[in-house]
């Protein structure tokens, strides 16, 4: 059964840094990896979104990579900004039975302080 | 485009009450599907749809049921609503095979 982890819980940064954030998931048999970002109270918006033959993809200040041979990605977020403060959620497609399903990591919780 | 549209936006229920959450996309996408985001957990698949007509489980489907009858809706019904059902219900739809999902704003539900 896939299992998604993301690390840290939480962060909290000062506004201009760059930062990492970590999602690693149990079984590497995936399709592809979604990175969303959810607003407090709101739905989900989706960042990136990494094929499984691809190793990264970049959307502004957001980069996200791929190793599916060691179940990681990451999202590096360049030059924070105070708009950036949101949950971001990790979520993995599997292939086979897992096709239709998308497996959720609980989330980071980023706050970026002015 | 208005996306994936979800109501209503709150709603309180008493234990043993029916009622149908809406999900409609104006994307002429395929895939539909529900999902319930719990403190905690992460979010869990609930049913999905693959086309108009076809219907599966997810990882939580008991206490749920879907239909699609058209492409554009994909209704979630609560038959007899029990606390444990109260959640955040959020629908998502994507357009094929290599696309990523969109999801819609959410329905907060309690059932008290």
């Known amino acids: 059964k896939q299992e998604v982890t993301q690390i840290p819980a939480a962060l909290s940064v000062p506004e201009g840094e760059n930062l990492v954030l970590n999602c690693s998931f149990t079984d590497s048999a995936i399709y592809n990896l979604q990175w969303f970002r959810q607003d407090p109270g709101k739905g989900l918006t989706s960042l990136l979104l990494i094929q499984s033959s691809q190793r990264e993809q970049t959307s502004g200040r957001l980069n996200a990579s791929l190793d599916k041979s060691s179940g990681r990605s990451t999202l590096y977020i360049a030059a924070s900004q105070p708009g950036d403060s949101a949950t971001y959620l990790c979520?993995?497609?599997?292939?086979?039975?897992?096709?239709?399903?998308?497996?959720f990591g609980t989330g980071t919780r980023l706050l970026v302080s002015p | 485009n208005a996306g994936v549209t979800q109501t209503p936006k709150f709603q309180v229920l008493k234990t043993g009450q029916s009622m149908t959450l809406q999900c409609a996309q104006d994307?002429?996408?395929?895939?539909m599907s529900w999902y319930r985001q719990d403190p905690g957990m992460g979010l869990r698949l609930i049913h999905y749809?693959?086309?108009?007509?076809?219907?599966d489980q997810g990882e939580v489907p008991n206490g749920y049921n879907v239909s699609r009858s058209t492409t554009e809706d994909f209704p979630l019904r609560l038959l007899s609503a029990a606390p444990s059902q109260t959640s955040v219900y959020f629908c998502a739809s994507r357009q094929g095979r290599h696309h990523g999902y969109t999801f819609g704003s959410g329905t907060r539900l309690t059932v008290v």
């Open positions: 749809s693959v086309g108009a007509g076809i219907t």
């Open positions: 979520a993995v497609r599997g292939i086979g039975t897992g096709f239709q399903k998308l497996v």
């Open positions: 994307m002429n996408h395929e895939y």
